[in-house]
Structures are given as structure tokens and as C-alpha cells.
């Protein structure tokens, strides 16, 4: 089959990796703007373009899809059999959706309706659900409202983080694109129920800010959903903190004052939570550090019990 494949971050890579070992032609590839990265805010490729560029894929990079008279040209000469979409980061217009033969399809790492938007996965850890999945629906010009192609449904593993989760739905969801397109002829088209729809908007940086105000388990949902990006926080001494990751304590004594050290670990500091509850912190980063096991941090900046952890005055500014 003649594809055109939409994707951006890493997370698009095995839908368009087994693509190819399925045998399918990726004519095309489109695929976000580079974009400033690290300190140096040096131009970054996304992933996709690398993957493309390594194996002498065609590829386009519109600043505005919408906009782009050239991308729609291409397109048309190309005459595609179908579009696969895998987190491309753009919205795509009705003229390209419905030029391909059988019309554009996306892959979406949530259960459809629930979680439509840009971050799902992040948010159905943040929520506390214990599955999620990965659904194929055909796109129209509303925010994933298409009609379901197919889906397939996975536990959200104890500790898992959005990283770890996002790539295994990658994979899981790449499998079922392959699936689906073998029987794009004869697959049934499944409305969805409106009514039921949940919504995952994008993540700012500062809503990884921790509010040791909440139970322990909240705390600990917020630090694996913000794992790699854009990392849950906290202040201290006035310096801001990235908690990469930790646990809720169970069978511990109270604790009273919320974003207070109750007590230094060999394995990392224990915060005061919500409702007498605790957090273990076992891996964090000062600003523009490396990240670190908590045990070697402490030795470079010992905490104490006592100490109070949360937001500056003026977060925003800091961050």
C-alpha cells in the first residue's frame, strides 16, 4: 500500500518502522519543524525526520500544514493509498484528509472517547485509571471524533511512567495499525459516543508543580505522569527540584505538616503529604544538574528533617 505518514516524537517510530517491515511503500513522510533544544537552544530535528533522513525517506516539514500549498501539491502527485497519523502535532485539514483513497487514519494512545486531545496517556495516570489502550479511528476535522476503526486495550502497570508507557503503546499500537490496514477494505467503521467523551489538553511546565497538600498517592501519579517530560517539581532553600521518581509510603506512622521532611533515608528524603500520608523521594535533579539517585544527592546537598518543601512566591517566574 501507498502510505503518506504524519509523526513527530519517538513515539510515532514503531507504527512507521513496522510499516515498512510489513512491506508497505512510505512515499512521504511530513513531520513537525525542527525546533531550539538544550542550553545552547541549538535546532533539533524531531525523530522522525532522523528515522526519514537515515533511510532516504521523502520528507516535508510545513511551519503551518493548513497554509501549505506546496505540502498539497506533493501530496495530490503522490496520489497515496491512505495517511497514517502518529502524534504529528498539527491539525489536518479536510483537503488532505480525504484525498488518499481510503481517506487518513490515526492512531491515538487512549480508549476513544476517553482522553481526546494531546497528552492522554499522561492524563489517564494522572486520573488513576488502571487501563488505557490505543484506538485507530478515521480522522475528520474535530479533535479525535472520528469513527473507530479498532482498538485494543492494556493495564497500566503500578509504577509505570508516561515514558514507559507511551512506548509500549507505541508498539502495541503499531501491531494493530498493520492489523487494521490488512482489512481496510472490509473493516467496520464504529461511531463514537459523544457523551462519553474525556479530554487530555496539552501539559504546561507548570502544572508539574507538586502540591504536597494532596495524598501521597496524587503526588506520586503527578510524578510519573510528568516522567520524562516536563518533570513534576517542588522548591527547596529556594532552589527548584525535579523529582523524577518515588513511592507512597503505607503503614507509616502520621504525618502532619504537608511538604515537610519527616525523615532522611538511606534510599532518600520522606515528605509530608496530605491527609497524614508520605512520599519517598528516590531519584531527583537540581535545576540545570544532572539527575541523580537521592542517596548521592544528599551528599552533595544534605537535607534535614524539618525542612519545608514547596512553591516560591513567584514559581512562575523561576521556572
Not at 108 to 114: E, Y
Not at 226 to 251: D, K, M, V
Amino acid at each position: 500500500m501507498k502510505i503518506i505518514f504524519f509523526g513527530s516524537p519517538s513515539a510515532a517510530l514503531p507504527a512507521l518502522e513496522r510499516l515498512i517491515q510489513a512491506g508497505h511503500s512510505i512515499d512521504l513522510v511530513i513531520t513537525q519543524p525542527d525546533k531550539p533544544s538544550g542550553r545552547g537552544r541549538s535546532q533539533a530535528p524531531p525523530p522522525v525526520k532522523t528515522f526519514a533522513l537515515d533511510r532516504g525517506i521523502r520528507f516535508l516539514q510545513p511551519i503551518r500544514l493548513r497554509q501549505d500549498e506546496h505540502t498539497l501539491e506533493v501530496i495530490k502527485e503522490i496520489a497515496p493509498d491512505i495517511a497514517v497519523v502518529v502524534a504529528y502535532g498539527q491539525l489536518i485539514p479536510r483537503l488532505i484528509i480525504d484525498l488518499p483513497r481510503f481517506k487518513s487514519i490515526n492512531v491515538h494512545f487512549s480508549l476513544l472517547p476517553k482522553y481526546r486531545g494531546a497528552a492522554p496517556v499522561q492524563w489517564a495516570i494522572l486520573k488513576g485509571e488502571e487501563k488505557t489502550g490505543v484506538t485507530i479511528f478515521e480522522l475528520n476535522e474535530k479533535m479525535d471524533e472520528g469513527d473507530i476503526l479498532a482498538q485494543i486495550e492494556t493495564a497500566i502497570l503500578p509504577r509505570e511512567t508516561a515514558g514507559e508507557l507511551e512506548q509500549r503503546l507505541a508498539h502495541l499500537g503499531a501491531e494493530l495499525l498493520v492489523q487494521t490496514l490488512h482489512r481496510i477494505d472490509s473493516v467496520e467503521r464504529r461511531p463514537q459516543d459523544h457523551s462519553q467523551a474525556t479530554y487530555a489538553p496539552r501539559l504546561k511546565k507548570e502544572d508539574g508543580l507538586i502540591d504536597w497538600s494532596r495524598e501521597a498517592l496524587a503526588v506520586d501519579r503527578l510524578v510519573r505522569a510528568f516522567s520524562p517530560w516536563p518533570g513534576a517539581f517542588t522548591f527547596c532553600r529556594g532552589r527548584r527540584l525535579i523529582i523524577h521518581a518515588g513511592e507512597p509510603l503505607h503503614g507509616e506512622k502520621p504525618c502532619p505538616a504537608p511538604g515537610r521532611i519527616a525523615e532522611i533515608r538511606s534510599a532518600g528524603p520522606v515528605v509530608c503529604c496530605g491527609t497524614g500520608s508520605a512520599y519517598l523521594i528516590r531519584r531527583l535533579q537540581r535545576e540545570n544538574r544532572r539527575e541523580m539517585e537521592a542517596a548521592a544527592f544528599l551528599r552533595g546537598m544534605p537535607l534535614q528533617c524539618g525542612e519545608i518543601l514547596g512553591s516560591l512566591p513567584d514559581y512562575s517566574s523561576k521556572i
